[in-house]
């Protein structure tokens, strides 16, 4: 039991720090995301299955040894092409890019505890239109230690982030990137005796919004587009409980409060900001069959606002994930979710956020990995008739040379669909990217 606890928390903590890295090439603005539920598997299986995540070292990087510790420095470089720069529905415009993502990590590993530091930047530079470029930046760490039946961990991190123009809170027109600084701190504890299992979770986390520009058709810069109103801090704190029906089941439950506290009081004049706190409960079952691994719960979210002229926002939630190891070659994998989001909007009192998304990666070879996605989310406003629709759907590939060199390539495209919403534009974007990695 003790080997298995060791092995989750390695694995936790690696997931985590994989985040770090794809969420500064990604750049995504998500809420605090809930606590997912853990799959039952052994940690050692989970990742000897998963194609995306099996290990294999004789690619991996040795990284050099400082003192205990043992840091792996990495340069990605690429060249891109996006079809729609702006996100505009006329008037498009179209240019390639050279992108530059230095990154550096260090761990500290022992059999009880790990320790690991991260950061990493990307500059994204455009040919002719500046306007687009984008810098984005992430520090951060994390840690977990065992202490007989508990497992403790703490992460944090912050970061200059770019928002993505299909954000449902996106500045209307024809804007510079958004930018904002996130500070994120997460500590979690696991406690398990017998078959029961309980989780506590806590996280703060902000969100600070930087200053955008709009322009003109021709590219001119007309104004500042004031963005203060969308800062906002989130405390929350999630409990959840797990039963061992059997050896391959487990249900679980779980209750999740939040307190949202936004830095200005109105949006504009009149119209209340979104201060306030929200709940989430939510009871499900995690099952592994054979070579399928299921976790899914259903319940009930609501939010409360402080403003009694903004009513009260309710609808059911849903959290879902299942990987399907189809062969040794291939692994399926979808998720299904259901949660209130943020969109500090005039007339809404937020959203309704149903994303669903599936994924397929495939092992051509022991260096070449090949991946296939798709996915659908939809933005069900509350105070006013807008709704959103977004699908995309790409693929990409890893071509992993030797220990220090990798080829990689990606193509993305995107189609937002808004309705209700005149200054909201409705726009689709090709995307993509080549990029040679190298590592020690």
């Known amino acids: 039991m003790k080997g298995r606890s060791k092995a989750r928390a390695c694995l936790t903590l690696g997931m985590v720090c994989s985040a770090w890295g794809a969420t500064a090439q990604e750049i995504p603005l998500p809420p605090p995301a809930p606590a997912e539920p853990l799959t039952i598997s052994d940690a050692e299986q989970a990742i000897s299955l998963d194609v995306a995540a099996r290990r294999r070292p004789e690619f991996d990087a040795i990284g050099v040894p400082v003192g205990a510790a043992t840091v792996f420095p990495s340069l990605a470089v690429g060249t891109g092409f996006s079809s729609n720069l702006f996100g505009s529905e006329t008037g498009r415009r179209s240019d390639g890019f050279v992108q530059v993502e230095p990154a550096l990590s260090a761990q500290v590993t022992s059999a009880r505890y790990r320790v690991r530091a991260e950061a990493s930047a990307r500059f994204q530079r455009f040919w002719s239109e500046p306007a687009a470029n984008e810098t984005a930046w992430r520090v951060g760490g ?119 506290d936004y830095r200005l009081d109105f949006i504009a004049p009149g119209v209340p900001n979104l201060d306030g706190s929200g709940y989430t409960a939510l009871v499900g079952a995690a099952v592994q069959v054979r070579l399928l691994q299921l976790s899914a719960g259903v319940g009930y979210t609501w939010r409360d606002y402080s403003n009694a002229a903004l009513r009260r926002l309710k609808g059911t939630a849903v959290s879902a994930e299942g990987r399907y190891f189809l062969t040794p070659l291939v692994t399926l994998s979808a998720t299904a979710n259901r949660t209130i989001s943020e969109a500090a909007l005039q007339g809404a009192s937020g959203y309704l956020n149903t994303q669903v998304t599936a994924r397929a990666d495939y092992e051509l070879r022991r260096w070449a990995i090949l991946n296939t996605r798709i996915a659908h989310r939809s933005g069900e406003f509350r105070g006013t008739a807008r709704r959103d629709r977004v699908l995309e759907a790409g693929g990409g590939a890893e071509f992993r040379v030797n220990r220090r060199f990798s080829l990689g390539g990606d193509f993305n495209y995107l189609d937002r669909t808004v309705r209700n919403d005149p200054l909201s534009p409705s726009f689709n974007e090709w995307r993509g990217l080549l990029t040679l990695r190298a590592s020690l």
């Open 142 to 260: 994390s840690g977990g230690a065992q202490f007989g039946r508990l497992l403790a961990e703490l992460e944090a991190d912050v970061g200059q982030q770019i928002e993505r123009r299909d954000s449902s809170g996106y500045p209307d027109g024809l804007v510079e990137p958004v930018r904002y600084l996130q500070l994120r701190i997460l500590g979690r504890g696991q406690y398990d005796v017998g078959r029961l299992r309980a989780i506590a979770i806590a996280d703060y986390t902000k969100f600070d919004f930087k200053d955008t520009r709009a322009l003109s058709p021709s590219g001119q810069i007309l104004s500042v587009v004031n963005q203060r109103a969308r800062d906002q801090r989130v405390l929350r704190g999630t409990l959840r409980g797990e039963y061992r029906v059997a050896p391959a089941l487990s249900l679980f439950a779980q209750g999740t409060a939040s307190s949202i």
